[in-house]
């Protein structure tokens, strides 16, 4: 029996175990994923984005103000018929201007809303490239889920034919001390045990080493104990293909909503694009209160108020070929998302189909190897009551003993590739 499997000692082990269904890995992962944490900060900054385009065409208020000090002058005053001198431009050298102003862009030919349009549709995106991330993680889950229980399979496969193993050359023993067997067997007893000893210090190494990834992927600490809840022969069924499963992964894939509404966006870039060389119309007003107010005649040093109204029109019927090429810009990006849309049409449609396939090869590599199990498993119990009975070498009970580990063994790794299939499918139709 072996006990030590050659796993690393220290931290591991010493924490409460906890048990994890699938489902609660993949609930973990999406509560601390620093992946889904990124990209939801880049939504949040779509978002403000879009609340800065609908505020570009709002009105806007502002306040200056300011000191300036000037160099001393000459006065300019001259002297009335009343004999009054009137000073028509006196030496005041610190200046004091306060305004508050208003300004409202009313027209724009659409190059406001067009913004507004493209920021929206990449906040959209954005939203739509959080459920790629989701999608992406589930599956990076489910497959180290997976790993662990295939390598937590393994293990116990190996436990078990240790035990066999440990059994036999105990027996093989007693038989070659009352003289029915020759030495050489059991030296080739000896040397399976030892065989199937290092594949199962290898095996342990293999299922901590998938745990390492696992509580990475879950956000548990390093040295936490998991227990893997689900089985990998639980719950297995022929999955319900959808009817047209192509169709239905266009629909539901979030990487190609996420592509159409950045094909919209820029669209709407293309159209601000094209406003470049046509007029903008805006009205603004103000109230200047300053000290000497350069707007009333004679200049004065005391604090005095004036106000303003106008409106402004804007044309740069002549740009010498900006906007032409802002536009052909914009232009050859949506060619090109359009290019890249359809890219990804082709690619789903075969992802689905290969994945299909992988279904049906996987259900019958199951019960290929189920079969293989129940006949190895009849073939080395023959074997041993022939060995028994001495009528078998040992060579005829090591040949079945290695043909029933391989059968356990291939037998685990379909399970865990049929449920990797699964997972892909799931991933490949845009399930969420």
């Not at 995106?125 to 295939?150: C, F, H, Q």
């Not at 199937?196 to 879950?218: F, H, P, Y």
Request: proline residues 4%; neutral net charge; aromatic residues 6%.
């Amino acid at each position: 029996m072996f006990v030590c499997l050659g796993w690393p000692t220290g931290s591991f082990g010493q924490s409460a175990p906890i048990r994890l269904t699938l489902a609660d890995a993949v609930a973990r992962g999406f509560e601390t994923s620093h992946r889904l944490a990124e990209v939801k900060a880049r939504e949040q900054g779509a978002q403000a984005a879009v609340r800065g385009a609908q505020a570009a065409d709002k009105p806007m208020v502002t306040a200056t103000a300011g000191y300036s000090r000037t160099n001393h002058v000459p006065e300019f005053a001259f002297v009335q018929p009343s004999g009054n001198r009137l000073v028509v431009y006196p030496d005041i050298p610190d200046n004091v201007v306060t305004r508050v102003a208003f300004q409202w862009p009313i027209y724009t030919s659409g190059r406001v809303d067009a913004m507004e349009r493209a920021a929206t549709a990449e906040a959209q995106a954005i939203a739509a490239d959080i459920d790629t991330a989701r999608a992406d993680l589930r599956l990076e889950i489910v497959r180290a889920y997976w790993a662990v229980a295939t390598a937590r399979e393994a293990v116990r496969v190996l436990e078990e034919a240790a035990t066999r193993a440990d059994a036999q050359l105990a027996d093989s023993k007693r038989r070659f001390e009352v003289g029915l067997i020759p030495p050489n067997e059991v030296s080739a007893l000896e040397a399976q045990r030892s065989r199937e000893r290092a594949q199962l210090i290898e095996a342990g190494n293999i299922r901590e080493s998938t745990l390492i990834d696992l509580r990475r992927l879950t956000g548990l600490d390093p040295d936490t104990v998991i227990d893997i809840a689900d089985r990998l022969d639980a719950g297995l069924a022929n999955p319900s293909n959808p009817s047209n499963p192509i169709q239905e992964a266009l629909d539901q894939r979030p990487e190609r909503k996420a592509l159409t509404l950045r094909l919209g966006g820029l669209e709407a870039r293309q159209q601000a694009a094209m406003t470049g060389t046509k007029p903008t119309i805006g009205v603004g007003a103000g109230v200047d209160y300053a000290n000497p107010n350069p707007r009333v005649f004679p200049r004065k040093g005391e604090w005095q108020e004036s106000w303003d109204v106008s409106v402004s029109v804007s044309w740069a019927f002549w740009d010498s070929g900006r906007t032409k090429a802002q536009v052909a810009e914009a232009a050859a990006a949506v060619a090109a998302t359009r290019e890249r849309i359809a890219e990804f049409d082709s690619v789903v449609a075969a992802d689905v189909r290969q994945r299909l396939l992988e279904i049906d090869s996987g259900a019958a590599m199951i019960q290929a190897a189920t079969d293989a199990v129940r006949s190895g498993a009849e073939a080395r119990r023959v074997v041993a009551d022939r060995f028994t009975a001495g009528v078998a070498t040992a060579t005829d009970v090591l040949v079945a003993q290695v043909a029933l580990l391989e059968s356990e063994l291939a037998r685990t790794r379909a399970l865990a590739n049929l449920r990797l299939a699964e997972a892909r499918l799931h991933r490949a139709l845009g399930k969420s």
